[in-house]
């Protein structure tokens, strides 16, 4: 099998030829056309010299491109490793290099940055698409050059299809391996869950490059035969409001990061009137975010649990039973426990190391097979968050376990902390992290960015710290307020604490 042909194939085979596969800001491709364009990039990076197994780099803007380029590689054996197109150009040199990538495919507007590397490009073939001839080797030359007719290459479900980098919380990326099967597991968050259909027009905030945006705005809605909507500029709130009333998507996958933007820019109430269903990951959504929407906008937005490693939600909630300030239930075909440590497996509200057992589970990291043995237990893959879980069987996030800090031998909870910060008026975003003090001792510190401009950072610290004198126990109270413009987040809105840990090593 490959899997592509369940995303391109068996949908022009059904008779959806001619339906919008995916639209962009300049236009539509049917399934039709992305089959046959898929096949020309297929076919054109075989004449490019890539074979099956080696791997084939992605540094694209979202859209037609992208697309094409990732079904390409699969449908003929390649490996697909999608970039960030907001890393350095020194960062995307570490995972060229930890890749081995055969081939890449760049934007035209990167390519004044990968002239940095240098000599990482020579054993490289770099394909640019949306350039000139003064760029390099056109990936549009050699599409139009390739036939549109091309057999997927019959790999099997456990050949290679694709690598994810994380995301970097922690600063130190890696790659999660993952094979055709993973593509298809995509029908239990999908379809059992979300109930997506072939009437759906999806939009999500997040680039494909990450696994929430590439599982949900792209290989769902093509799976059912749906739509997606495409854009390669970084979603503001205008923006967004622009799709919305341009297109008119009936689901719509954020993080809560953006939601909180979104509330925060005033926009109408109808905003958001076509959407059947909102998704948030990425980090926990605040309870005031969840109903501040929910009565703004009149949409449940549906909380869940994702990582890289598993491309789709193992945990979430239900349609008109999602649950404010929970990560939801497991998802069909998904198994799930908390375990402390030791093993054992940990009682009903108990805190506990997430572990699951699911179909689209990557097996290993790539070149780490020491972090693979401590990460993929036999079926498991252990998480790395925090949770809890209520007699009712819904999962509470604390937190990821490296977040989670001692204060004179009594545990602190970051986003216990936080929850309480982002409660005051005068704060739009939070980060808490336990860093050294003077003497040495693990102490909690917060990082906090004002509502308002100009807001006094002096009088705003003292209300917080007033407030958590008043509501947190004297261990989890902050020892410094710094009052900041904003926090580093990645691009899916994962709060960096590393960073936040050195800001404070710096002061």
Same mark, same amino acid.
């Given at each position: 099998m490959n899997a592509v042909t369940a995303f391109l194939d068996d949908q022009v085979r059904a008779g959806r030829g001619e339906r919008a596969a995916i639209e962009t800001p300049s236009g539509r491709a049917t399934y039709a056309d992305l089959l046959a364009l898929a096949n020309r990039t297929g076919?054109?990076?075989?004449?490019?010299?890539?074979?099956?197994?080696?791997?084939?780099?992605?540094?694209?803007?979202?859209?037609l491109a992208w697309a094409a380029t990732f079904f390409g590689a699969l449908r003929i054996g390649a490996v697909a490793v999608p970039l960030s197109t907001r890393l350095r150009p020194a960062e995307w040199a570490v995972m060229l290099?930890?890749?081995?990538?055969?081939?890449?495919v760049v934007d035209a507007s990167l390519v004044a940055g990968l002239r940095e590397l240098g000599g990482e490009l020579r054993r490289l073939r770099v394909l640019?698409?949306?350039?000139?001839?003064?760029?390099?080797?056109?990936?549009?030359?050699?599409?139009?050059c390739s036939s549109i007719q091309l057999r997927a290459e019959p790999v099997g479900e456990d050949a290679m299809a694709f690598w994810l980098y994380t995301s970097g919380t922690t600063g130190a990326p890696k790659a999660a391996v993952h094979a055709h099967r993973d593509l298809l597991a995509c029908r239990h968050y999908g379809v059992d869950v979300l109930g997506a259909h072939e009437g759906d027009r999806v939009f999500a905030t997040s680039k494909l490059f990450f696994a929430y945006a590439l599982g949900t705005a792209l290989l769902i809605p093509l799976y059912v035969g749906g739509g997606a909507f495409l854009h390669g500029a970084w979603p503001d709130p205008a923006l967004v409001a622009d799709v919305m009333a341009r297109w008119a998507p009936t689901l719509f996958f954020s993080v809560p990061t953006v939601y909180a933007r979104l509330l925060g820019a005033n926009l109408p109430r109808d905003t958001f009137a076509s959407l059947r269903c909102a998704v948030s990951a990425g980090e926990r959504l605040p309870v005031d975010v969840y109903?501040?929407?929910?009565?703004?906008?009149?949409?449940?937005?549906?909380?869940?649990?994702?990582?890289?490693?598993?491309?789709?939600?193992? %945990?979430?909630?239900? +349609? $008109?039973?999602?649950? @404010? =300030?929970?990560? /939801?239930? &497991?998802?069909p075909a998904t198994d799930a426990k908390l375990l402390a440590a030791g093993g054992r497996?940990?009682?009903?509200?108990?805190?506990?190391?997430?572990?699951?057992?699911?179909?689209?589970?990557?097996?290993?990291?790539?070149?780490?097979?020491?972090?693979?043995?401590?990460?993929?237990?036999?079926?498991?893959?252990?998480?790395?968050?925090?949770?809890?879980?209520?007699?009712?069987?819904?999962?509470?996030?604390?937190?990821?376990?490296d977040d989670l800090?001692?204060?004179?031998?009594?545990?602190?909870?970051?986003?216990?902390?936080?929850?309480? %910060?982002?409660?005051? +008026? $005068?704060?739009?975003? @939070? =980060?808490?992290? /336990?860093? &050294?003090?003077?003497?040495?001792?693990?102490?909690?510190?917060?990082?906090v960015v004002p509502k308002e401009r100009g807001a006094d950072p002096r009088r705003l610290a003292e209300d917080l710290a007033g407030l958590a004198a008043a509501k947190l126990p004297s261990h989890a109270r902050p020892r410094k307020i710094f009052v900041v413009d904003e926090l580093p987040r990645t691009a899916t809105g994962k709060l960096q604490r590393f960073r936040l840990r050195a800001r404070v090593a710096d002061a």
């Open positions: 076919n054109g990076l075989r004449a490019f010299g890539v074979e099956p197994e080696q791997r084939v780099a992605l540094l694209l803007p979202d859209g290099r930890d890749s081995r990538a055969r081939a890449l640019v698409a949306g350039g000139s001839a003064a760029d390099g080797e056109s990936l549009e030359a050699l599409q139009a109903w501040a929407w929910r009565e703004r906008f009149g949409v449940e937005v549906l909380d869940g649990l994702g990582a890289t490693e598993t491309i789709f939600m193992v %945990l979430s909630n239900r +349609p $008109g039973r999602s649950r @404010a =300030g929970s990560s /939801g239930t &497991p998802v497996e940990v009682e009903t509200g108990e805190q506990g190391v997430l572990h699951v057992r699911t179909p689209s589970a990557s097996p290993s990291y790539w070149n780490r097979i020491d972090e693979s043995r401590r990460t993929f237990v036999g079926e498991w893959f252990r998480t790395g968050d925090v949770c809890t879980r209520d007699a009712d069987g819904f999962f509470f996030h604390c937190g990821r376990e800090f001692k204060v004179a031998g009594l545990w602190v909870v970051p986003a216990d902390v936080e929850t309480l %910060l982002l409660a005051h +008026p $005068g704060v739009a975003d @939070a =980060g808490v992290v /336990g860093a &050294p003090e003077g003497r040495g001792l693990i102490k909690p510190f917060a990082f």
